[in-house]
């Protein structure tokens, strides 16, 4: 894993000015290819970049600005969540450090055929994951048949091509280009339950003069945090409060259906659950169970710089068949 951290410090200082387009594709539950959109990104230093999203009638922008503020400009409906935090995991794919402490986290080995050879592969073994399943922490062997977040390396090159997260979330890397010493994935697709949900191409890779006018917000941007925070599914797993676990139906059980819910949720700043969009399902018994329950759930307000705000986050429920 610090072998491969250099190849996506793409916040170094000492990186030259550069800008890249993206196209993206997105797909319904069914797995049907829906709209287009394109994805622009500028960096001119740590502090100085921007991102565009444009889908459709659609379009969001953030600047930061070298003062340290932020500003964003929108128009249309929102985006998805996954959409607007695909160049995160382009750019900054590896868990950080930081969020895994020694004493609570175990490091294991593992690993992927890819082809006639084996990739490399570590999974990140939270104690909570285990003692969830009545294990006794540190654990190395399969729980549940469920794989904690795993991060599979090309066997050749210190490069990230696989990314499996829980809840059947899974990152595929590929077609990577050299950039200033670096490795950029100018593929990237995520999929739940082998479901595509998205898949990312970069189309241009380039230099950017500093002085470029894409970096300047607009006089009409608004200054000033997010309006909607995007909250990993795993920080406000520990916010939930109020609420029962779906029941698994039992039509669903008898014809065997299983697998995972992924539901992109906004919750207010009073913890209770304002919009729900189903991104992925395995089917619509599941879902209608996921929806019923989910709406009624309640959080411990999100707090940014001290005050409550709006969240926008996803939501897992697995429905697991039992031998």
């Not at 190849?7 to 993206?22: E, G, Q, S």
């Not at 794919?93 to 592969?121: F, Q, V, Y």
């Not at 050299?178 to 230099?207: F, K, W, Y």
């Not at 698994?248 to 995972?260: C, H, I, N, R, V």
């Amino acid at each position: 894993m610090a072998a491969v951290a250099p190849v996506y410090d793409f916040t170094n200082p000492a990186l030259k000015p550069w800008r890249f387009k993206a196209s993206y594709q997105i797909y319904d539950q069914d797995g049907r290819a829906g709209e287009l959109g394109t994805y622009e990104y500028w960096w001119a230093s740590p502090l100085v970049y921007r991102s565009t999203w444009t889908r459709g009638s659609r379009t969001e922008s953030e600047w930061h600005t070298a003062d340290g503020r932020r500003f964003e400009a929108s128009s249309g409906d929102a985006l998805h969540l996954f959409e607007t935090e695909f160049p995160k995991e382009m750019l900054a794919p590896l868990p950080e450090a930081k969020d895994h402490d020694p004493k609570e986290t175990w490091l294991k080995r593992d690993t992927i055929a890819l082809g006639k050879t084996k990739a490399p592969c570590v999974e990140i073994i939270g104690k909570r994951f285990v003692e969830q399943r009545g294990a006794a922490f540190p654990y190395t062997e399969a729980l549940d048949n469920v794989k904690p977040p795993t991060y599979c390396f090309d066997p050749q090159e210190p490069i990230l091509i696989l990314k499996s997260l829980s809840a059947g979330v899974t990152e595929s890397y590929g077609n990577f280009i050299g950039m200033q010493e670096r490795d950029l994935p100018r593929s990237l697709v995520e999929a739940v339950n082998g479901r595509r949900i998205l898949a990312v191409t970069v189309n241009a890779i380039g230099g950017l003069d500093p002085a470029d006018p894409a970096l300047t917000p607009p006089a009409d941007a608004k200054a000033g945090d997010a309006l909607l925070a995007d909250v990993p599914v795993r920080v406000m797993n520990g916010q939930r409060i109020e609420g029962d676990n779906p029941t698994y139906p039992d039509e669903a059980k008898e014809s065997s259906l299983s697998g995972t819910v992924m539901i992109e949720a906004q919750i207010g700043k009073d913890g209770k659950i304002h919009g729900m969009q189903v991104i992925s399902s395995p089917g619509p018994l599941l879902t209608a169970s996921a929806l019923k329950t989910v709406g009624k759930w309640e959080y411990k307000p999100y707090l940014l710089n001290g005050e409550p705000v709006d969240v926008r986050t996803t939501i897992n429920v697995t429905y697991a068949l039992r031998p």
